[in-house]
């Protein structure tokens, strides 16, 4: 599913992870007042590293609404990730399980590609993205 509050962004969210967020935040009460947020967590030769998580909600974070869900994004990982999707993947046999964001443009941040400035955001702090 696309958020429905934006046009500039496609992002998918998996039913499996749709159903995961919403479970945790049903059952951990330590959750009250913290959305989920997807977040470029660094980079390297391969391109940026994702992290998730649940947090306050910022000043600055653009929020992508999914049916009855909130999930947060800073403007610099919005920047970069406006493409892909988010997923949870279970693995029982192996003990594996987690989100995981597949950015859709991953092969054009390999490398040193921040050298193009063209392909760096905007001056983050001082600049909102326009709500659709």
Not at 41 to 70: A, M, Q, R, W
């Amino acid at each position: 599913m696309h958020p429905t509050n934006r046009k500039d962004c496609e992002i998918d969210l998996t039913n499996a992870a749709y159903q995961q967020i919403k479970l945790i935040r049903e059952n951990d009460f330590t959750l009250d007042k913290q959305y989920f947020r997807l977040k470029i967590g660094g980079k390297g030769c391969d391109g940026f590293t994702y992290e998730t998580g649940f947090s306050e909600k910022l000043d600055d974070d653009i929020v992508l609404i999914f049916n009855d869900l909130e999930i947060l994004v800073d403007p610099f990982t919005f920047h970069y990730c406006k493409t892909g999707y988010l997923d949870f993947l279970l693995n029982p046999k192996n003990n594996e399980d987690g989100f995981v964001f597949i950015n859709a443009n991953e092969a054009q941040y390999h490398g040193k590609f921040f050298k193009d400035e063209s392909m760096t955001p905007p001056n983050v702090g001082s600049s909102k993205t326009e709500e659709v």
